[in-house]
């Protein structure tokens, strides 16, 4: 029975392990972001216009570095978004920490981001500020 549960446990975390792993290998590159989708606390959409790209370096121990270039244009609201820090996958690679850095590389901001899709040549990253809800959907450059 013994050796039964430690089976399991083990098979569990040898799957989170690599699921990890295959999104670390996937995420990292350049991403052209093709659409923006904001989400206000009553529910109503609204899609930006949008332009830019991100870039996430390659995972080497725990994390990696990440660069955004974003212009965007809402009926409410229009701006650039430019910013470096660091991430990390965590949650078995469902989610990542993003740690936006100033330029003496000290964080100025943290966000935790939900990956809802990743494959080879889409990404969907979702993100909260309190208030609205956004998804960034971007394609492999």
């Known amino acids: 029975m013994k050796k039964a549960l430690f089976c399991i446990a083990f098979a569990t975390i040898l799957i989170a392990c690599n699921k990890e792993k295959a999104s670390a290998k996937k995420i990292s590159g350049n991403w052209s972001i093709t659409t923006l989708k904001q989400t206000d606390?009553?529910?109503l959409i609204e899609f930006a216009k949008c332009s830019g790209e991100l870039h996430f370096s390659e995972i080497v121990s725990d994390s990696a570095n990440y660069q955004f270039l974003i212009s965007y244009q809402l009926a409410?609201?229009?701006g650039t978004?430019?910013?470096k820090g660091t991430y990390k996958l965590i949650?078995?690679?469902d989610y990542m920490n993003l740690s936006a850095l100033d330029s003496n590389n000290s964080?100025?901001?943290y966000t935790k981001c939900r990956l809802?899709?990743?494959t080879s040549t889409d990404l969907q990253l979702e993100f909260s500020d309190g208030e609205n809800t956004f998804i960034y959907i971007m394609k492999r450059k």
Do not use: A, R
């Open 116 to 118: 809802l899709t990743l």
């Open 91 to 93: 949650e078995k690679g």
């Open 41 to 43: 606390p009553e529910g």
């Open 76 to 78: 409410s609201d229009s």
């Open 81 to 83: 978004i430019n910013q």
């Open 107 to 109: 964080v100025i901001d």
